[in-house]
């Protein structure tokens, strides 16, 4: 069916950057919006970014300024550029796409999650 695997995760030092990536693969028909979420342990899992296939895009304002979202539709995949990390950013970070598969069923699909670690 729809997979989606995420890359790019890793530690940081506060004040530096990452570039997680995500390429959604399998049966699509159509990609509506894709996002990052990302889960702390004790917390909920938040949006943190998303982007629509026509490229507009949407932030946390925890991120707002810090990060980018992208998204290539020619190959299905969303990228976000993670600037000035902070600590508060550590978290599993969870690709999400909206989507309409080959069989014509719209939903919402996951990724395994990548891990992001910022050190003080």
């Known amino acids: 069916q729809v997979q989606l695997v995420e890359s790019g995760g890793g530690l940081a030092q506060a004040g530096g950057s990452l570039r997680l990536s995500c390429a959604a693969s399998?049966?699509?028909?159509?990609?509506?919006?894709m996002r990052w979420y990302r889960q702390a342990p004790g917390k909920q899992r938040e949006l943190v970014a998303s982007v629509t296939r026509d490229g507009s895009e949407t932030y946390d304002e925890s991120v707002k300024g810090r990060f980018t979202i992208s998204i290539d539709n020619t190959k299905n995949t969303v990228a976000l550029q993670m600037d000035r990390l902070k600590p508060d950013d550590s978290a599993v970070y969870y690709c999400?796409?909206?989507?309409?598969?080959?069989?014509?069923?719209?939903?919402?699909?996951w990724g395994q999650g990548t891990q992001v670690t910022v050190s003080s």
């Open positions: 399998g049966s699509i028909f159509s990609i509506n919006k």
């Open positions: 999400n796409v909206l989507l309409t598969d080959s069989s014509r069923t719209y939903g919402s699909h």
